[in-house]
């Protein structure tokens, strides 16, 4: 079983839709958790840290479920310049070891 | 002002040849890292170093040797290259193991 592992993409979505992606994750004891964006040929770019009780950042909404290790993202009313890969990331090893999932690419369509 | 730098951007060498690629992060953090991210677009981690001491080595080959002359510096060196080190190397920087900033990553090509 992977570290971290995150839905297949890619999703194909309309400007305006809402979009989910799911992350679960195998270490128990992980202490850390974010999402991070990733455009072609580009960085990774932090989109959000993820907390136990949820948190929110204008369209963006992260969850954290501690008992079944899931880690999700949903986009509201999705924009063109949303359009990229998005990384769900975990950190072990007392916070230094960084494991990334696979990415979920997204396109959203005019 | 660039928080997280690599040098160079691309890098074109042959097989057996020896290179450094370089980071400076000027955002006062302690901890820095070096990711590998291959052809199918994986990201992972090869080294942290937290404050100059190296704190994770994720099973990656001794050619690959890092060194942090400051914890504003992580430089990596690689010796006697390889086909399958071609990648793009990602530096980045947290403070205290929280979220991380990248450099815009370094792209070698061995051939």
């Known amino acids: 079983r992977k570290e971290v592992e995150q839905d297949p993409g890619p999703f194909n979505v309309p400007e305006g839709a809402t979009v989910a992606f799911n992350c679960t994750y195998s270490?128990?004891?992980?202490?850390?958790f974010f999402w991070y964006r990733q455009d072609c040929r580009k960085e990774p770019k932090l989109l959000m840290s993820?907390?136990?009780s949820g948190n929110e950042d204008g369209r963006f909404t992260a969850q954290l479920n501690r008992a079944s290790q899931y880690i999700s993202l949903l986009i509201r009313d999705s924009k063109l310049s949303d359009s990229a890969t998005y990384l769900c990331?975990?950190?072990?090893?007392?916070?230094?070891?960084?494991?990334f999932g696979a990415g979920t690419r997204l396109f959203v369509k005019a | 002002d660039t928080a997280v730098s690599q040098t160079p951007k691309y890098l074109v060498t042959q097989m057996g040849n020896d290179k450094s690629i370089k980071c400076e992060q000027n955002?006062?953090?302690?901890?820095m890292y070096w990711y590998k991210q291959d052809s199918k677009k994986f990201l992972k981690i090869m080294f942290s170093y937290n404050n100059k001491e190296l704190i994770i080595n994720e099973t990656v080959p001794n050619r690959f040797s890092p060194k942090s002359p400051d914890k504003a510096h992580l430089n990596l060196h690689i010796n006697s290259l390889e086909l399958g080190d071609s990648a793009v190397y990602f530096c980045?920087?947290?403070?205290?193991?929280?979220?991380?900033?990248f450099g815009p990553g370094t792209r070698l090509t061995v051939t």
């Open positions: 990331v975990v950190n072990n090893g007392g916070g230094f070891k960084t494991i």
């Open positions: 955002l006062g953090h302690d901890t």
């Open positions: 980045a920087s947290s403070m205290e193991r929280l979220e991380q900033y």
């Open positions: 270490n128990s004891a992980s202490q850390s």
């Open positions: 993820v907390y136990s």
